[in-house]
């Protein structure tokens, strides 16, 4: 998916809260580099007493900044009011609590034409080249926990499955999990290369947080059953989201070399993501390659969590 598919809420403690002996404001790690991201801060309220306001910061001003509250709204909060904050992980869709298994399944919306075929409790798919080329994620065994056939069994029907299609037998599995230990032997080994994160998102949080920041640029969008292809800038940035039930994949974000630093990774999520919650999507999902450490903070800023992280093993 992408290599450049987010969240907030709020938790307040009652207003009885005494402060602490000698609470002094301006003990903090906030500043305009929040804005976008889950933040907690500890203010004073008018009387002297203390609380805190967990949610995702949408505006630093000169004087104040914005939390906006999950379920209760935006507060607006006197930065000299301000005792302490810091930012804070954001919170994962409730979907993280899926198997691998069950997330991974969805990935299978990505392409119009796939041949899928059970082997015990895995999953064997082939499809056609995408972009130009034959895709892991769509020519691989999908197997993320025991085959419930015998691994000797297992690891002969994929090779079958693979060897009739001409092509090299692949297994898509969690990186260091018993799969991956258990077919070494098998005659299956690391691809080498291409370990990615499967990530998580609320699209409705995301989309509050790219909004935050992505740049106002005319975008061209090109929608097809259950798809939508994005393109700025006469195609300096694009990307692509794809429905499969109420999650929306998200893939393909690429900004051309020349015009990267922008905001333009932003902008295109923004667009998908706005696409996706208007039909009603409420998680996204990406993967982003481990050795892609600029994609992976940008999606992290805007909320992403990292669900599981898969790896290709190739038969020897």
């Known amino acids: ?4 598919s987010v969240h907030s809420s709020i938790r307040r403690v009652p207003d009885t809260s005494e402060p602490h002996p000698g609470e002094t404001t301006g003990r903090h ?3 305009p580099h929040v804005v976008g991201q889950r933040v907690v801060v500890r203010h004073l309220l008018p009387d002297g007493r203390a609380t805190d306001v967990l949610g995702t910061c949408t505006a630093w001003g000169a004087d104040s900044l914005t939390v906006d509250r999950e379920g209760h709204g935006p507060v607006t909060i006197p930065l000299a009011e301000v005792v302490t904050g810091k930012p804070v992980p954001p ?22 034409s796939i041949t899928t075929e059970p082997l015990g409790e895995w999953l064997l798919r082939a499809s056609p080249p995408h972009g130009g080329r034959l895709r892991r994620r769509g020519n691989s065994a999908l197997a993320m926990h025991e085959p419930g056939i015998g ?3 297992a690891a002969w029907g994929v090779r079958r499955f693979y060897d009739a299609l001409d092509q090299t037998p692949t297994v898509q599995v969690q990186r260091d999990s018993l799969v991956e230990r258990t077919l070494a032997p098998l005659g299956f080994e690391p691809m080498g290369d291409g370990d990615a994160h499967a990530q998580l998102a609320s699209v409705a949080r995301a989309l509050r947080s790219v909004r935050s920041l992505a740049p106002d640029v005319p975008a061209e969008l090109e929608e097809a059953p259950g798809s939508v292809t994005v393109s700025l800038g006469s195609g300096v940035a694009s990307g692509r989201g794809v429905l499969s039930g109420d999650w929306l ?16 990774a932003t902008a295109v ?19 982003v390659e481990t050795a892609n450490p600029g994609a992976i903070a940008l999606y992290e800023r805007h909320g992403f969590v990292t669900h599981h992280t898969n790896r290709y093993l190739v038969a020897r």
């Not at 998916?1 to 450049?4: A, D, E, I, Q, W």
């Not at 869709?93 to 990935?107: D, G, I, K, L, P």
């Not at 994949?249 to 333009?264: I, K, Q, Y």
């Open 91 to 112: 919170r994962a869709s409730v979907r993280a609590r899926v198997s691998a298994q069950e997330v991974e399944r969805h990935v299978s919306a990505l392409w119009s």
């Open 151 to 153: 691994w000797a069994d």
């Open 269 to 287: 999520l923004a667009e998908v993501l706005d696409w996706g919650a208007s039909l009603g999507a409420t998680t996204a999902l990406l993967h």
């Open 249 to 264: 994949l998200v893939e393909s974000l690429a900004v051309d070399p020349a015009h990267r630093r922008r905001g333009l």
């Open 29 to 31: 790690a906030l500043g």
């Open 1 to 4: 998916m992408g290599n450049v």
